[in-house]
């Protein structure tokens, strides 16, 4: 290629998704006939609930054809205050609320709506891959915090003082957490949220995706519904995972009014309103019932049970207790300078890779999530696919000497 025509620096410094690379790689071994147990995918195995899917039939035809207003439409809005209201002690009006292409986009969204070239941005680590990417596609700096493991992977709110500079703009995590599913107590939230306080210059994006996919008996908190904080938290959720709706791409953000204006006014020019039927469906899924997702919630807890229990036994792996999510994300380092005589295993690149080769079985190395000792594995699977790649993984290991 010429020198002078190539892609705009912005993107020559965007790392590909991992996850999606992966996945890339494992349907092109399951394209060669190979029996590929694909977990490295964020994704739900479950159906979209019927009534959603019934709403979605219905938008079609009652002629929602046409463009949407771009926050969402006034229904939808009403719907996710309402929901904020009952499921998580937040009061904003439909005026506050933009509805996106995703909550990636609400998060993307909001990057770039607050983040001035040069501002930090504090993300705990271990962090969901696209975080450090957005932001700097928006030219701030990612400030990374990590958890340390035997505080299930947690940032405390020590770690998120001393990491506070007078460039801090945004502090962003997710609880529950993908990759770790570790679930911030209400109690860690409002000392996060007292330290917030003093600073009234820093914003908290609270990506609360798996907000339904908390197996605490506590349940989930919002730091979101913290009073003295309240303008300055933009809460991130959406319908993908708590409703099984990946593909139907919406997710949302709820913030003080000059946010929300000014993630209006971005989307307004780069995509529009998101899809109408996704939203009329969508309305549907904010307003409930919500047995559905609680189903699907007491299936998820079942088969962390039966991988946390199968990949303790494993030899070398170190493995926390996921309190929410759909992953696993067992420390793998142990097996770090192992080889199995033609292969050594440096890094949890090395090992996720090599366990795609050895067992066919797709995992998520940690390195893109700010975890280099540990893969990543989804348990979003049927239980016997999850007992047969646990069982290849053990088999595989013990070949590293
Ligand atoms: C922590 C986290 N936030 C946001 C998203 C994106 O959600 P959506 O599919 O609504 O864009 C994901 C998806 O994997 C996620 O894991």
Redesign the pocket.
């Known amino acids: 290629m010429s020198s002078i025509v190539s892609l705009a620096d912005r993107i020559n410094a965007l790392e590909e998704s991992a996850t999606l690379g992966m996945t890339k790689k494992a349907r092109e071994l399951a394209a060669l006939g190979h029996k590929v147990i694909s977990l490295s995918v964020?994704e739900p195995d479950f159906k979209t609930p019927k009534h959603i899917c019934d709403a979605a039939k219905k938008a079609i035809d009652d002629g929602f054809h046409g463009y949407s207003p771009v926050a969402g439409y006034p229904d939808l809005r009403k719907a996710i205050a309402d929901k904020l209201k009952r499921d998580n002690n937040i009061e904003w009006n439909p005026e506050n609320i933009v509805v996106s292409t995703?909550?990636?986009?609400s998060?993307a969204n909001v990057i770039s709506t607050l983040v001035n070239p040069g501002e930090e941005v504090i993300i705990f680590a271990p962090y969901?891959v696209s975080y450090s990417e957005m932001v700097k596609l928006a030219e701030g700096t990612s400030v990374i915090v990590d958890g340390a493991f035997d505080n299930n992977f947690k940032v405390t709110p020590e770690q998120f003082e001393a990491a506070i500079t007078p460039k801090t703009k945004l502090v962003m995590f997710?609880s529950p957490?993908?990759p770790t599913g570790s679930v911030y107590t209400e109690a860690e939230l409002r000392a996060i949220g007292a330290i917030v306080a003093k600073h009234p210059n820093i914003f908290v994006m609270a990506?609360e995706?798996?907000e339904y996919i908390n197996f605490t008996e506590a349940g989930h908190f919002s730091i979101g519904s913290i009073p003295e904080i309240k303008d300055q938290v933009i809460t991130?959720n959406?319908?993908?995972?708590g409703h099984a709706m990946?593909g139907w791409?919406?997710?949302f953000i709820a913030a003080a009014k000059w946010i929300a204006d000014g993630v209006e006014k971005l989307q307004g020019q780069v995509t529009s309103g998101t899809n109408s039927i996704a939203q009329k469906a969508a309305t549907v899924a904010f307003n409930g019932p919500l047995d559905e997702a609680y189903k699907m919630k007491e299936a998820y807890l079942r088969r962390r049970d039966l991988v946390v229990g199968l990949l303790r036994e494993i030899e070398g792996f170190k493995v926390n207790m996921p309190d929410g999510a759909f992953y696993a994300f067992p420390d793998v380092s142990y097996y770090f300078g192992k080889s199995d005589g033609t292969t050594t295993i440096k890094d949890s690149d090395d090992f996720s890779m090599w366990l795609l080769a050895e067992a066919f079985v797709a995992t998520v190395a940690g390195t893109s999530f700010g975890a280099p000792d540990c893969v990543r594995i989804s348990t979003a699977a049927a239980d016997e696919q999850l007992v047969e790649a646990c069982a290849r993984i053990k088999n595989s290991v013990a070949k590293l000497k």
């Open positions: 964020g995703g909550a990636k986009h998060l969901w997710a957490n993908n990506d995706i798996y991130v959406g319908v993908a995972k990946t791409r919406i997710g």
